[in-house]
């Protein structure tokens, strides 16, 4: 009876004292001893621990192919496995089961190779990256001058080392000390330029001070033009000496523009007054204009002298008219004189006897000239020289233009 149950699995038997064998390349292998039933009940016993063992197998096989687990995970998972299937107390083809270990083993490896050429490849980006990351960083250590954008960019550098792959430890600690002395670096110089820039804006404020302590000193003034042209270069000055503090700076500023408007309003003040007691002035040289005006067009410039000094010498006495008049009324008078020294020089030139004589003896000169060409072109077309005649007639042409304009001239001082 239990011979033949025995001889009906290929993979185990059990012997007459109850004793379970598993068959394997090796020969057999005593697996348990089972006293308590029949040999059928011991071989589906072992059988099943088999199957526990190849489910085992068959799910880590689908995680190593399925998942991304770590080979060294997936190399402790099969070792234990292959313990197990080696020293295990089951019924059933055990060497499939490590020959499908093997072939694991296997594709771990390769795995293995895969992730470590994949990790070389991270660790050459990240070490590229921590260099690009350390370069910009130096850059900006010695060259920003705008701190707060420069101060931010440090920052976010930072950030992107993080968030960058571990390099080996050795080039790691060397580039993050550089980093580091970048951001140091930045730091006192942005340090030293804002110290330095503080001073500046202490010397500015020193220099607007004394310009508003002038400007104050200035206000009461009532030497109009002076001070106004004070006030001028005391703003010329202001806006060369540069910027203090934003708080120094609006507090000068304010005493600064009161002090000037102050001076400007009391001269405006003042002024407004004066010009309303100047208004009988204007219409007084409203009039003296007008006067002078119908001297124009001037056709007798001694005449017109004569009158326009007569006119003068009232527009003097008329006195000063307000300063919104004064351009159009001593414009319009500064004209009438313009048009009368000009017919005066008119005169002149025409009763100059120099230049009369000089105007005959341009006139004379030209007309001897022209008998002289007629000659020299009478002879030409005698002689039948054709480039002579076409000269002389050339020359003869030009020498007569001339002379129509030189007896204009002539005419003008008769």
Same mark, same amino acid.
């Given at each position: ?124 980006? !990240? ?54 002395? !970048? ?44 001070? !106004? ?186």
């Amino acid at each position: 009876m239990r011979e033949d149950t025995v001889t009906t699995d290929p993979w185990g038997r059990v012997d007459d004292d109850g004793t379970v064998y598993v068959r394997t390349a090796e020969g057999e292998r005593a697996v348990g001893s089972w006293q308590a039933g029949e040999p059928e009940e011991a071989l589906a016993y072992f059988r099943r621990k088999f199957d526990e063992l190849a489910g085992q197998v068959q799910l880590l096989e689908q995680r190593v192919r399925g998942t991304d687990l770590a080979p060294a995970q997936a190399e402790a998972s099969i070792t234990k496995l292959r313990e197990a299937v080696a020293e295990a107390h089951a019924i059933g083809d055990l060497g499939s089961l490590l020959d499908r270990l093997a072939a694991l083993t296997e594709l771990v490896g390769k795995r293995r190779e895969e992730v470590r050429a994949a990790r070389d490849q991270a660790r050459v980006l !990240a070490r590229e990256t921590k260099e690009r990351i350390v370069a910009e960083a130096e850059r900006i250590a010695e060259d920003a001058t705008h701190w707060k954008s420069g101060g931010e960019r440090l920052r976010q550098l930072v950030d992107e080392w993080k968030a960058a792959e571990r390099i080996d430890r050795a080039t790691e600690a060397t580039l993050w000390k550089r980093l580091s002395t !970048a951001r140091t670096a930045f730091a006192k110089r942005r340090k030293a330029y804002f110290s330095s820039l503080d001073e500046q804006r202490d010397a500015v404020r020193g220099t607007k001070e004394r310009i508003v302590s002038e400007a104050e000193a200035l206000s009461s003034s009532t030497d109009w033009n002076a001070t !106004a042209a004070s006030y001028r270069e005391l703003m010329r000055q202001w806006k060369t000496a540069g910027r203090a503090s934003r708080e120094a700076e609006d507090e000068l500023w304010t005493r600064f523009k009161a002090a000037q408007d102050q001076f400007f309003q009391t001269r405006s003040a003042v002024f407004a007054e004066r010009d309303a007691s100047f208004a009988a002035n204007a219409e007084a040289k409203e009039a003296l204009l007008a006067e002078a005006e119908r001297l124009l067009p001037v056709t007798d410039a001694r005449t017109a002298r004569a009158a326009l000094r007569g006119i003068l010498e009232r527009w003097e006495a008329a006195g000063p008219v307000p300063r919104e008049m004064r351009d159009k009324l001593e414009g319009g008078l500064r004209k009438v004189d313009e048009a009368v020294r000009k017919a005066e020089e008119n005169e002149w030139k025409r009763s100059n006897p120099e230049a009369r004589a000089r105007a005959q003896d341009t006139v004379n000169q030209l007309r001897r000239s022209i008998e002289q060409l007629e000659t020299r072109l009478s002879k030409a077309q005698a002689a039948g020289k054709d480039k002579d005649v076409k000269e002389a007639e050339e020359a003869l042409a030009a020498r007569r233009s001339w002379l129509e304009e030189a007896e204009r001239t002539l005419a003008e001082f008769s």
